[in-house]
């Protein structure tokens, strides 16, 4: 099993519609997790950091961590055309451990 | 000016010849990282360097070799290339802060190998 499994997608879903990213995990050790967005032909940017459980909300994008079920989520709402990337879920045991990046998924918004 | 660099941004070359990809910042931090990504396998981690002393291998380190010449500067060599080794490669930085160890990548260099 990998330690980190993430749907490659592609997800295309209409302009304002909530869009579900997911990410599955087997390593209980995690604490960090976060989401990464990928525009085509650029380096990856960081989107959303939570530390441990529970959720984090930051304008249209909602990160929810469940350490019991190993699973993190990331909600975009009204979803946009400009929201069309490759969305990667990475996590670490702490601050100092190399992040383990998931495969990501490719997201389309359709106008 | 952006703020992690990395030159050449594309670059060709054939089996067997040595290639060095090169890295700057501007952010002043001391944590940098090698990665490449592959369609299909994700971000893999090559090597990382906490320090201009501190020189560490990732998960897919064999081929390669770092150098860690400053603070701001970190170079990633193939020392004879081979066709598998054809990726988007990505330097990234770091600096641990309030608990949060945001990476910063920069824009990539796409290597082929024939």
């Known amino acids: 099993q990998k330690e980190v499994e993430q749907d490659p997608g592609p997800l295309s879903v209409p302009e304002g519609a909530i869009v579900s990213l997911n990410c599955t995990y087997s390593?209980?050790?995690?604490?960090?997790f976060m989401w990464y967005r990928q525009y085509s032909r650029k380096g990856p940017e960081l989107l959303m950091y939570?530390?441990?459980?529970g959720n984090k909300e930051d304008g249209r994008f909602t990160a929810q961590v469940d350490k019991s079920s190993k699973y993190i989520s990331l909600f975009i709402r009204d979803s946009q055309p400009s929201d069309s990337a490759t969305y990667l879920c990475?996590?670490?045991?702490?601050?100092?451990?190399?992040?383990?990046f998931g495969k990501g998924t490719r997201l389309h918004i359709l106008p | 000016d952006a703020d992690v660099t990395q030159t050449p941004r594309n670059r060709i070359t054939k089996t067997g010849k040595r290639i060095m990809l090169e890295c700057s910042q501007t952010?002043?931090?001391?944590?940098m990282y090698w990665y490449r990504q592959d369609p299909g396998l994700g971000l893999r981690l090559i090597y990382y360097?906490?320090?201009?002393?501190?020189?560490n291998k990732g998960e897919i380190s064999d081929g390669y070799s770092v150098s860690r010449q400053a603070q701001a500067k970190f170079s990633l060599s193939l020392e004879s290339a081979i066709p598998n080794q054809t990726a988007l490669y990505f330097c990234?930085?770091?600096?641990?802060?309030?608990?949060?160890?945001?990476?910063?990548f920069g824009p990539g260099t796409r290597l082929t190998v024939l």
């Open positions: 390593n209980s050790a995690f604490q960090y």
């Open positions: 939570t530390y441990s459980s």
């Open positions: 952010k002043g931090h001391d944590r």
């Open positions: 360097s906490f320090d201009v002393k501190d020189i």
């Open positions: 990234a930085t770091s600096e641990p802060n309030r608990g949060q160890d945001t990476q910063y």
């Open positions: 990475a996590m670490a045991r702490n601050r100092d451990d190399k992040i383990i």
